[in-house]
């Protein structure tokens, strides 16, 4: 494969491309779908960006110009995904954060042997304030035998995904995404409307600087929960202290933690007995890319890419990022669950 650097350009096209010669067996559709995400993600871009005037442009909270309806962004998220790649043949069906059941690609379009899981708008109550949000993707390979995609084909463990990646709707947009093949960064160059390869290979350090956590929960944690935050903190003296980091839109922090090293902890609490984070559209496809990375994800008893699913909008404890961070994690609150001191589900607080 060509080796890029930074300071070649490279658009997210020729990347894909050049990312399928090395499987010769490849057929081309993961390549197309993965161009039309892009797509979509340009197009959510362009949405964002203008949110702060919807209310402006719009002649009534109700209806925009066009006399259309207004909808909210991660609706209007959600559909742009959908309709950019339910048509391509690609896909057998998706699944959606914002939808309860499995998306069925309509029945005049041919299904290919792939399955899209993703949450369009991630961090969409940040709008508002003008906090960056972001799109997360994950693609599973079809393993049922009839035509179109089953439940079974969405509930696999992470491990399983052939692709993944983010976008982040921030001071520039920038999607990042793996194929198993190391994570890559693309930066949208808004006047050529083109992604450019901004971030080849990104490697994320072994031990964080930076600690994103909702402190407010601190007393619905377990115990075994509060010691960790204490230990990230350096209180017990074992650690040099992190910073502490929280935007409170998963993308931006993940996405910061990734480059500069950090640790993404939502464990559960006391409200949310298994965390907040959903698996299959936020967990797995993240903790993908963060192991491409050199880094690690486990829900404090397993890594994340092994758990395996049984629901789709499964929310999941979630410690995600820096290696030598997660594995301290694991071992803090793994051998909480290896004791039994505690019956609750990982990292969750007991019913
Ligand atoms: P959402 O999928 O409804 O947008 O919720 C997920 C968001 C994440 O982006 C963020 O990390 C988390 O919720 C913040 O939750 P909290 O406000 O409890 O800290
Ligand atoms: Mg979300």
Same mark, same amino acid.
């Given at each position: 494969m060509v080796k890029h650097t930074a300071t070649s350009v490279v658009t997210i096209e020729r990347f894909i491309i050049e990312q399928e010669k090395l499987h010769p067996e490849a057929t081309g559709e993961l390549s197309g779908l993965l161009y039309d995400l892009a797509l979509a993600a340009k197009m959510i871009a362009n949405k964002v960006r203008s949110a702060g005037l919807a209310d402006i442009l +719009?002649?009534?909270?109700?209806? %925009?110009v066009q006399g259309e309806t207004q909808q909210k962004l991660d609706v209007l998220a959600n559909e742009i995904i959908v309709k950019a790649v339910d048509h391509g043949g690609r896909l057998c069906a998706m699944a959606s954060e914002e939808e309860p059941d499995i998306i069925e690609i309509p029945e005049n379009f041919r299904c290919g042997k792939y399955c899209l899981l993703f949450d369009?708008?991630? +961090? $969409? $109550? %940040?709008i508002d304030v003008n906090v960056p949000v972001g799109t997360i993707f994950s693609v599973v390979r079809k393993i049922t035998r009839g035509s179109r995609g089953e439940m079974e084909d969405m509930l696999q463990p992470g491990r399983r995904q052939v692709a993944a990646g983010y976008v982040i709707y921030g001071s520039s947009t920038m999607l990042v995404y793996t194929t198993g093949q190391g994570a890559h960064g693309f930066t949208l160059d808004p006047s050529l409307g083109e992604f450019l390869l901004s971030h080849p290979n990104i490697r994320t350090p072994d031990v964080g600087r930076y600690l994103s956590v909702n402190d407010s929960y601190h007393s619905q944690w377990e115990p075994p929960v509060q010691n960790l935050m204490n230990y990230y903190r350096g209180q017990d003296g074992n650690r040099q202290p992190m910073n502490t980091r929280y935007v409170g839109s998963l993308v931006a922090d993940f996405h910061r933690n990734l480059l500069g090293g950090g640790l993404f902890a939502y464990p559960a609490n006391r409200r949310n007995k298994h965390g907040k984070l959903r698996l299959l559209y936020e967990a797995s496809p993240l903790s993908f890319i963060v192991e491409q990375a050199g880094g690690a994800a486990t829900d +404090?008893?397993?890594r994340i890419l092994d758990v395996q699913p049984t629901e789709l909008h499964q929310r999941t404890p979630l410690f995600i990022g820096s290696k030598n961070d997660v594995d301290a994690a694991l071992a803090m609150l793994g051998a909480q669950h290896k004791s039994g001191d505690s019956l609750a589900p990982v990292g969750s607080v007991g019913a």
């Open positions: +719009g002649a009534t909270d109700l209806e %925009n369009p708008l991630d +961090g $969409s $109550s %940040n +404090g008893i397993q």
